[in-house]
């Protein structure tokens, strides 16, 4: 990765600078950012980036925890574009933290760094982006085939994670620098902004945005008759979004709690894996005692893996969609001569049974990993994994659809803290075990990868089909919110005729 090299180029620079400090007679290789620096694979160089990228992955993770959930419940009251264009913001200004130390390392500390990660963790980072995203899809797309459209999404991801780091090589060859790389990416979170900012339309109609505003006002009343001390530290708990996923009240089960719990942790625990088991999966495939591979096998791997699971969201996703929802409903639709109007109506059974296949895999290929004694066995174990790529998408299209349609963004802002969480905890509970187990038992991070992956299968069988929350929505006469002008009114007005109140 780029900014990794990056990071470790600065922070390696500076402490060749302090120990000629220390020492005026120590002597050192000039480090020269962006190219090869062996001079830097040293134990305390090391150390350094370790407990600096710790610091820069904390400070992101548990800003974004606080922002990304409350960004989502935005987004329920006044819109998805806006707020996804301000997600980027803090992107761009990581990024520039990153060219002005490149450029002018003895003016700016790296530690400015961890500037670039505060703007990006109050802006909500890519979890947020993710929950917005994610919102603006489900907006748009009927339940039906919303796993289908999220799972592209998906496919997007991955199929820049396996041509990315391919592009970025030959970019820096081209233009010499490995700084050309964060021109570009912070180029291209400034087109993001631009577009979204100005030319994507809003997913979200004005009657639904005021009637989200309505609920919300509603909500906030009846929480200003309770003014004890109690009350305020449970409004400023930054775990008090999780709430979301064990609601009360009238349209509730324990049925529909358990669902939500199930697919909140199975989804938790595949955020976690995904972000965390990479790094250590390539340390130990690039051990000597194991595969000893280098960069162009551990690439080569990457890619390949990536291909298979892109492939899996963009062919078999679609096809099993096809044959199991859009077939039946359209002979259905001959049969009775009547259109069907899809609503939110819970996880159907093709996606509880996608999400139990796709763990299967994932604890198949954990096993595999686990077991392989050569590297055809442990490169197959990396294509089977690449069918749980289909479990994630599944369960966001899942989770979405056991809600009324205006309280998606709060949801998926709930599962936006567990996101963060699971980027914070995911790399120190594996990092930790490999570095405790290197030597000794070198597969036990496999364990553990098969052990979560069995916990969330066990988790996907908790989930029942067709389990939602009824919207006992009800509106209060013909008013609207107080922040509601003139120009949104006559819009709502338009909309009526249009729009059926959903």
Known sequence: MPCDCRIVDLVCQRHFADQTVLDPAFVYTPVVLGADNPQCFIPEVKK????????????????????????????????????????????VVAEATVILCANFPWTFHYNWLLVGAVADG?????TAGSVLINSYTSDCTPPSKRGVRIGYLH??????????????????????????????TMGCHIVFIIFVGFVVPESLSI???????????????AKAVDNSTWASIKAANPLAPLKVLYPRGPGTSSRLRI?????????????????????????????????????????RFISAVSMVRVLALLIVLPTINYVFRVR?????????????????????????????FALLSDVTGSLGYLFARNEAVFVMS?????????????????????????????????????HSLARVLGPIAFNTLYYSTVGTFDQAIFVLLSALFGLALVAAFMVKPNVYLEDK??????????NASTEILAEVAAEEELIPNN
Request: proline share 3%; aromatic share 8%.
């Open 48 to 91: 350094r980036v370790s407990m600096f990228t710790l610091a820069i992955n904390l400070t992101t993770g548990i800003l974004s925890a606080i922002t990304a959930p409350r960004m989502g419940h935005l987004s329920d009251r006044y819109g998805r574009r806006k707020l996804l264009a301000i997600a980027s913001v803090g992107g």
């Open 122 to 126: 109050i802006t909500g980072s890519f």
């Open 155 to 184: 496919a997007c991801l991955f199929t820049g994670l396996a041509f990315g780091p391919l592009l970025a090589g030959y970019f820096v060859t081209w233009t010499g620098s490995l700084l050309s790389v964060f021109y570009v």
């Open 207 to 221: 009657k639904r945005q005021l009637r989200a505003r309505e609920k919300h006002d509603r909500e906030q009343e």
């Open 259 to 299: 669902n939500l719990l199930a697919l909140s942790f199975t989804d938790m625990i595949l955020l976690g894996a995904a972000m965390s088991a990479g790094t250590v999966l390539l340390l130990y495939s690039e051990s000597p005692e194991t595969w000893g591979w280098g960069t162009l096998e551990s690439s």
């Open 328 to 356: 039946p409903a359209a002979y259905r639709r001959r049969v009775s001569g009547v259109s069907i109007v899809e609503s939110n109506n819970g996880a159907d059974t093709v996606d509880t049974w996608i999400l139990r």
């Open 382 to 418: 990396g294509m089977v994994t690449s069918f749980g790529g289909l479990g994630s998408a599944t369960i966001q299209a899942a989770i979405t659809k056991h809600v009324p349609a205006d309280q998606v963004g709060q949801l998926l802002g709930a599962i936006g803290v567990l």
């Open 473 to 482: 929505y009800e509106p209060v006469g013909s008013s609207a919110p107080s």
